[in-house]
């Protein structure tokens, strides 16, 4: 169990290094993230009574094709660098791996979701600043790393790998996205826990389910 | 193997079961077009339903299949597991599409709009994506290893997604009432004819899917022996 968490610690802090060096993925995300939540803007009506409509649906569709890009762009240099190969044949389990790469890339999408939380607050006048919201776009972004994390491990070794990650990974997605967008609707109209309590259960199970599924079937994406 | 035997060609298990497919198929027309009753409610669009329902029963079969099918590749890393999977994996595919298109056919009519996202509806929906992604993924793969893992893997976390899809839409709907719900529901209120007519036809979609599976099955499987074949000449 020490040699489980000490290795996957070692791989995550490892990922991290790399993105402090060169900050290579973290801009390019939070740059994204910050255009599309601009391109919306333009695409509805401003007007408040819209915005009060379309702002959760924003939030998330800027958070997930964030999260898109990061996912693709963390087994991409492994796999050019060759270190995923390195890491195959070093004595760690394929479920240590996905741990280690799960995280890092977790902390990177939350780090970009906590910079743009003031942008919303700017742009849209949304009351994102909630415990609440918080918890909810914590569970959600667990679940998009810990199926996309699966994904990007296959997408990346294929020939059109920016393609087919969003393909494979958004229809998985979609339990989550309806969970984070109807909870974040009732948070921003001001309800109470017990109102969106469901979708904080739905979330859990998605959760649940997505971490034990990658972590046994990971390790035959790394076999082949 | 030519659609038409020649007169000396030995009948062979698949030349049988495309005819006799053929024969209920025909059946199964007249049955939906001629024999039932016509619904007083809906007209003629109603007979959709026998086209409609059985699809995507059967759908729901072929991908339980091959969620079941992957798993088992995965544990036992045989490829006839894979073969079985794919091959059912485009048949299914037809089936739900075929069944959308002519779900879409009948709501216009009776619902007045093409698509709701109620939840079979979207279920059935990320099913149907799901489906395309387990085959674009074998089509991008470098090796046939790769695909069967690869499309296993799909295959598995897509069939654990559909309940959970199916939940959330439920609640989704729940907090949009004007969400249209089916005026239609699939036992009780049916005519004893219009329910022999809806049994037989989901028993001729079943042959339909068992034989165009079976047939693409051998497909695969010359392919794969031609596959070894051509290796063995090469080394």
């Known amino acids: 169990m020490r040699l489980f968490i000490s290795s996957a610690l070692a791989i995550y802090i490892k990922d991290l290094r790399i993105e402090l060096r060169t900050r290579e993925s973290i801009l390019s995300i939070l740059f994204f993230a910050?255009?599309?939540?601009?391109?919306f803007r333009f695409a509805f009506d401003p007007n408040?009574?819209?915005m009060e409509a379309v702002g959760p649906g924003i939030v998330w569709v800027a958070f997930l094709f964030a999260g898109v890009i990061a996912l693709s762009h963390s087994f991409v240099s492994e796999r050019d660098q060759g270190t995923l190969q390195a890491l195959m044949i070093s004595p760690i389990p394929p479920e240590v791996i996905l741990v280690g790469k799960a995280a890092s890339i977790f902390t990177i999408i939350f780090i970009v979701e906590l910079i743009m939380l003031p942008v919303f607050v700017i742009l849209y006048d949304l009351p994102i600043l909630d415990v609440w919201f918080g918890i909810i776009a914590f569970l959600t972004t667990l679940g998009f790393v810990s199926v996309g994390t699966l994904f990007s491990a296959i997408a990346s070794?294929?020939?059109?790998?920016?393609?087919?990650?969003?393909?494979?990974?958004?229809?998985?997605?979609?339990?989550?996205?309806?969970a984070a967008v109807a909870s974040t609707n009732l948070i921003f109209q001001g309800s109470e826990i017990q109102?969106?309590?469901?979708?904080?259960?739905?979330?859990?199970?998605?959760?649940?389910?997505?971490?034990?599924?990658?972590?046994?079937?990971?390790?035959y994406v790394l076999e082949d | 193997m030519s659609f038409w035997p020649a007169k000396n060609l030995n009948w062979s298990k698949e030349h049988f079961l495309i005819l006799f497919t053929g024969l209920i198929g025909l059946v199964n027309l007249w049955m939906i077009f001629i024999w039932v009753p016509t619904e007083r409610s809906m007209g003629l669009v109603q007979r959709?339903?026998?086209?409609?329902?059985?699809?995507?029963?059967?759908?729901?079969?072929?991908?339980?299949?091959?969620?079941?099918?992957?798993?088992?590749?995965?544990f036992e890393r045989d490829s006839k597991w894979d073969r079985r999977a794919s091959a059912t994996a485009e048949i299914g595919l037809i089936l739900l599409s075929v069944s959308m298109a002519s779900g879409a056919m009948w709501a216009k009519p009776v619902w007045g709009t093409w698509w709701t996202w109620d939840p079979k509806l979207t279920s059935v929906f990320v099913l149907w994506v799901i489906f395309i992604g387990y085959l674009m993924v074998r089509v991008y793969a470098s090796s046939m290893r790769q695909a069967a893992t690869w499309s296993s893997i799909v295959g598995i976390i897509g069939f654990a997604n559909v309940p959970i899809v199916y939940l959330a839409s439920m609640w989704w709907r729940s907090l949009h009432p004007e969400l249209v719900t089916g005026p239609l529901s699939e036992s009780g209120a049916l005519h004893p004819d219009m329910r022999t007519v809806l049994y037989f036809s989901t028993f001729v979609f079943l042959v339909l899917f068992l034989s165009l599976t079976q047939l693409r099955l051998s497909m695969k499987n010359s392919e794969e022996e031609f596959e070894k074949f051509h290796k063995e000449l090469l080394t």
């Open chain 1, 157 to 178: 070794h294929t020939r059109s790998r920016e393609l087919l990650l969003p393909l494979l990974f958004l229809p998985a997605i979609i339990p989550l996205l309806i």
């Open chain 1, 48 to 50: 408040p009574k819209v």
């Open chain 1, 195 to 219: 109102d969106f309590s469901k979708w904080v259960q739905l979330l859990l199970l998605y959760d649940a389910i997505s971490i034990v599924l990658s972590s046994i079937l990971f390790g």
């Open chain 2, 48 to 74: 959709l339903f026998y086209i409609h329902v059985p699809t995507v029963w059967v759908g729901f079969i072929a991908f339980g299949f091959v969620a079941l099918a992957s798993a088992l590749y995965l």
């Open chain 1, 34 to 39: 910050l255009l599309t939540s601009f391109i």
